[in-house]
Protein backbone atom coordinates (compact mmCIF):
# COMPACT_ATOMS: atom_id res chain seq x y z
CA UNK A 1 0.00 0.00 0.00
CA UNK A 2 1.48 3.29 -0.70
CA UNK A 3 2.16 6.31 1.77
CA UNK A 4 -0.64 8.12 0.43
CA UNK A 5 -3.05 5.42 0.58
CA UNK A 6 -2.57 4.95 3.72
CA UNK A 7 -2.62 8.36 4.99
CA UNK A 8 -6.08 8.95 3.23
CA UNK A 9 -7.00 5.94 5.13
CA UNK A 10 -6.43 6.93 8.38
CA UNK A 11 -7.69 10.61 7.79
CA UNK A 12 -11.05 8.80 6.60
CA UNK A 13 -14.33 8.30 8.62
CA UNK A 14 -13.93 4.71 8.30
CA UNK A 15 -12.05 1.85 10.90
CA UNK A 16 -9.33 0.00 8.74
CA UNK A 17 -9.04 -3.20 9.90
CA UNK A 18 -6.59 -5.56 7.73
CA UNK A 19 -5.56 -9.25 8.52
CA UNK A 20 -2.50 -8.03 9.46
CA UNK A 21 -3.44 -5.92 12.13
CA UNK A 22 -6.48 -7.87 13.43
CA UNK A 23 -5.15 -11.39 12.61
CA UNK A 24 -8.19 -13.28 15.36
CA UNK A 25 -10.73 -11.73 12.89
CA UNK A 26 -9.80 -13.28 9.96
CA UNK A 27 -9.13 -17.20 8.74
CA UNK A 28 -8.14 -19.18 6.20
CA UNK A 29 -9.43 -22.33 4.42
CA UNK A 30 -7.49 -25.13 3.00
CA UNK A 31 -10.10 -26.26 1.04
CA UNK A 32 -9.41 -22.79 -1.54
CA UNK A 33 -6.31 -21.37 -3.04
CA UNK A 34 -4.69 -18.27 -1.73
CA UNK A 35 -5.29 -15.76 -2.20
CA UNK A 36 -9.35 -16.57 -2.79
CA UNK A 37 -8.98 -18.64 0.99
CA UNK A 38 -9.32 -15.42 3.40
CA UNK A 39 -12.41 -14.73 5.53
CA UNK A 40 -13.34 -12.60 7.96
CA UNK A 41 -15.65 -12.95 10.99
CA UNK A 42 -17.66 -10.10 10.98
CA UNK A 43 -18.65 -9.71 14.53
CA UNK A 44 -14.45 -9.64 15.52
CA UNK A 45 -14.16 -7.13 13.08
CA UNK A 46 -17.23 -4.73 14.72
CA UNK A 47 -16.21 -5.48 18.53
CA UNK A 48 -12.58 -4.10 17.97
CA UNK A 49 -14.71 -0.79 15.99
CA UNK A 50 -16.80 0.36 18.95
CA UNK A 51 -17.99 3.43 16.94
CA UNK A 52 -18.68 1.73 13.88
CA UNK A 53 -22.04 2.04 12.44
CA UNK A 54 -24.15 -0.85 11.91
CA UNK A 55 -24.69 -2.46 8.84
CA UNK A 56 -27.59 -1.27 6.43
CA UNK A 57 -29.46 -2.45 3.55
CA UNK A 58 -26.92 -3.26 0.74
CA UNK A 59 -30.46 -3.98 -1.49
CA UNK A 60 -29.62 -7.76 -1.95
CA UNK A 61 -32.09 -10.60 -1.12
CA UNK A 62 -31.33 -13.35 1.00
CA UNK A 63 -34.05 -16.24 1.25
CA UNK A 64 -36.68 -17.54 -1.07
CA UNK A 65 -37.41 -16.24 -3.99
CA UNK A 66 -40.11 -14.23 -4.30
CA UNK A 67 -43.17 -15.05 -6.59
CA UNK A 68 -43.19 -14.87 -10.54
CA UNK A 69 -40.27 -14.49 -12.33
CA UNK A 70 -39.26 -17.43 -14.50
CA UNK A 71 -36.57 -20.26 -13.76
CA UNK A 72 -32.71 -19.32 -15.30
CA UNK A 73 -29.83 -21.34 -15.74
CA UNK A 74 -27.84 -17.92 -16.09
CA UNK A 75 -27.50 -14.69 -15.89
CA UNK A 76 -25.37 -12.26 -17.71
CA UNK A 77 -24.27 -8.86 -16.10
CA UNK A 78 -22.45 -6.51 -18.02
CA UNK A 79 -21.06 -3.35 -17.21
CA UNK A 80 -19.05 -0.51 -18.89
CA UNK A 81 -15.78 -2.14 -18.86
CA UNK A 82 -16.61 -6.20 -18.25
CA UNK A 83 -19.18 -8.85 -18.08
CA UNK A 84 -20.03 -11.79 -15.12
CA UNK A 85 -22.13 -14.27 -15.76
CA UNK A 86 -23.98 -15.90 -12.98
CA UNK A 87 -24.69 -19.84 -13.32
Do not use: C, W
Not at 9 to 29: D, I, N, Q, T
Not at 50 to 74: E, K, L, M, V, W
Amino acid sequence: MTIVFKTMLRESPLYVRPHGRLPSAYFRSAHRPAPHNLFVRPKSVLRSAPNADRPTDIGFRFGPAPAGGSPAQARTVRYTSASHTFR
